[in-house]
């Protein structure tokens, strides 16, 4: 069992930052590929970024398009704690952002959201134009 918690949204103008947190439990952590996804009202629930530890220092991460350049997502296993670091804030990327954990089988790293297991409450982010 993996809970998650997310912290760090909030107002900002466009073209400011933000960075999310997601603190999660367990012991397990580095086991999973960590996801971060995002919802709009009245749109479905879509891909942001995922990231996955390889052992060591190497890391794997995936964007989705819309957010390439501009977001990065690191991970913390000693904190248990993934990050998303947003730069260069469009009104578009106004949504509520949730943390996912999916427990990693390897080899492709999951972008549908139905394919994860665990799921923290969302952290609203609003950039007013």
């Known amino acids: 069992q993996v809970q998650l918690a997310e912290s760090g949204g909030g107002l900002v103008q466009t073209g400011g930052s933000l960075r999310l947190s997601c603190a999660a439990s367990?012991?397990?952590?580095?086991?999973?590929?960590m996801g971060w996804f995002r919802q709009a009202p009245g749109k479905e629930r879509e891909f942001v970024a995922a990231?996955?530890?390889?052992?060591?220092?190497?890391?794997?991460?995936d964007y989705a398009d819309s957010v390439k350049g501009r977001f990065t997502i690191s991970r913390d296993n000693a904190k248990n704690t993934v990050y998303l670091q947003m730069n260069s804030l469009k009104p578009e990327d106004t949504a509520v952002y949730y943390c996912?954990?999916?427990?990693?089988?390897?080899?492709?790293?999951?972008?549908?959201?139905?394919?994860?297991?665990?799921w923290g409450q969302g952290t609203q982010v609003t950039v007013s134009s």
């Open positions: 996912a954990a999916d427990f990693d089988t390897g080899p492709v790293m999951e972008v549908r959201w139905r394919d994860y297991d665990y």
């Open positions: 990231i996955r530890w390889s052992g060591g220092i190497i890391f794997y991460a």
């Open positions: 367990g012991r397990t952590f580095r086991g999973y590929v």
